[in-house]
Each structure stands twice: as C-alpha cells, then as structure tokens.
C-alpha cells in the first residue's frame, strides 16, 4: 500500500501540488489525468521519488520514503518500482538486452544472470530476435516495450509510468495497453500511470482527476 500524505510542492514561489492526498492499493490500476500543468506529472515524480516533496509524506507498507537518504532512497527505488517515460529513455550505446538488464546490475545481478533474464523478458514480449540490436535499430512501439522489460527487470511491486503511449500510433498504444493489463492480471502489480488518453484511463480500477495541483476526483471503476 502507498500513502501519499499532504503533499505540497512550489516551483519558483508557485505551488504545483497543493496538500495532495491518496491510498494507492496494492494490485490497482490506477490512471492520473487532468489539464495540461495540473501537477500530474509533479506528483508522480514524488510517488517515484525521483522529487522531493516541500512537505508531506510519502509511505510504502508503513516506510516514509521521503525521509530517506539518497543512497537508501536508490536501493528502494530499484528494488521496488519500474518506470516508464514517454520517451523511452533507453541507451543508444548499449544493446537492448543491456539496457534491459541495466537496473539489475545495478541491483548487483551479475552481468550474466541479468543478462539471461534481459533476454528472456523480452522474448516474453516478442523481442526476443532483438537482444545485440541497439535501440534506433528499433521501431518506436518495440522500443517501448523494451522500456516496459526494463521496469519489469528488478520484479518490482510497482510501474510508475508517465504518458507511456505519449510517442507511439494507435496500433502501438494499443499493444501497449494490452500489455500493462496482461501483466496487471498475471503479476498482479500496482500500475499508477499519467496519461491524457482515455481509452486508457477508462480502463483503469481507479482515475484520479487533478487540477491546480489539487486532487479533485477519485473514481473507483465497479
Ligand atoms: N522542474 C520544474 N521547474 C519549474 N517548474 C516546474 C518544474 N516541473 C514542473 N513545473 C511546473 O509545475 C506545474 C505542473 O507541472 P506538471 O508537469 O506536474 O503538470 P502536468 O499535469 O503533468 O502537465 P502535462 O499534462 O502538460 O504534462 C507546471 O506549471 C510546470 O510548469
């Protein structure tokens, strides 16, 4: 479970979050939507700890992971939560497979045990003839699943994902809805996603309506 508690944020004197509060339960799939410049993105950072709130609290399973220290916070970061960007974010210089299995070496996976697992993760999700490739060998809707294996590597509890389909055509965003609900079924984790599609959000167990930094609506689908 994730308690987020009372979360104030200002960038340059202006408060984007504004006393934000929410129970993220474990398994949910949970969408965040709203205008453009709602604190969105703000405060999935935050969950994500890649910001520091201003104030208020941030707790997974009873720790509150705001006031942890930076090489602490990274151990729990990686072990916990996978991320995926609307712009996939992987390395031109390293293969797929690496980057895939970057976040477990990290972790301190040996190279080849993380490696293996890279490969199989991303047969998993049909790239399997794409390990030595290196990601502008890719299609834009392949190299996001590679992204996803990526957030999967480390097994975490939960995928934070911020406009995932935000670069990709129909037919990918598609696949790649596809593939957040297979794994939601078959894993079971927690999805907590930004995104303006509503195809998406209409799908999802739970949106979260912001605006003005605040939390104006929390729908639970039946
Ligand atoms: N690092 C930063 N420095 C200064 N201002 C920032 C920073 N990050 C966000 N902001 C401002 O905070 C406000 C909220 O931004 P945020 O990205 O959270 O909104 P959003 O709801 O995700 O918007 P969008 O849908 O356009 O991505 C905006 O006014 C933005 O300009």
Redesign the pocket.
Known sequence: MIEVKDIIKS??G?R?LDEASLTINDGEFLSIV?P????????LQIIGSLETPDSGKVIYDGTDIVKMKEAQLAAFRNRNMGFVFQFHQLLPEFSMAENVAMPAMIGGMGRKEAMERAAELLDGLGLGGRLTHRPNQLSGGERQRAAVARALINDPKVILADEPSGSLDSHNREELYRLFFDLRSTTGKTFII?T?DESLACNSDRVIH?ADGRIIDDIHSI
């Not at 453009?36 to 405060?43: C, D, I, R, V």
């Open positions: 960038y340059d202006l984007v709203g453009s410049g709602a604190g969105k993105t703000t405060l930004v303006h912001m």
